[in-house]
């Protein structure tokens, strides 16, 4: 007898990672020269940091398999880009130890439940300080 394999689908947090995979290789083929991933600080932690026409831009990943409930840049709420800024100004205090002109943006990764990519958005300057 066959049996027929059926992938499973990836959990939340394997979503996340193949998310942020690929919206570091969409960066890189777009000019941006990516600094690190996941920098961790006090306030929290910024998916990836990277330089792109003389600034250095701070991003967020958002991989969904769904909009069942909105879209992925609506979960970057303003508590969350506030704790980006803060993270942002610990990255620059850390390794760059002057001002930077800076922005912050949005990559939406979109995935079907099994984890192959259907669509990448980037928001550049997707949001200020606020």
Do not use: C
Not at 103 to 126: H, S
Request: proline share 2%.
């Amino acid at each position: 007898m066959f049996r027929l394999w059926r992938r499973k689908e990836k959990t939340r947090q394997e979503l996340g990672r193949i998310g942020e995979a690929h919206a570091a290789r969409y960066l890189a083929s777009r000019g941006y020269r990516i600094r690190e991933r996941n920098f961790r600080a006090a306030a929290g932690e910024v998916d990836i940091v990277a330089e792109h026409d003389g600034l250095l831009a701070f991003i967020e990943v958002k991989a969904r398999s769904s909009e069942r409930f909105g879209g992925p840049s609506e979960s970057v709420t303003s508590w969350k880009r506030a704790r980006i800024a803060q993270v942002a100004d610990a990255y620059i205090a850390a390794r760059e130890g002057r001002e930077r002109a800076m922005r912050f943006d949005i990559v939406e990764v979109f995935l079907t439940p099994r984890g192959r990519v259907e669509r990448i958005d980037l928001r550049q300057g997707a949001f200020a300080r606020e």
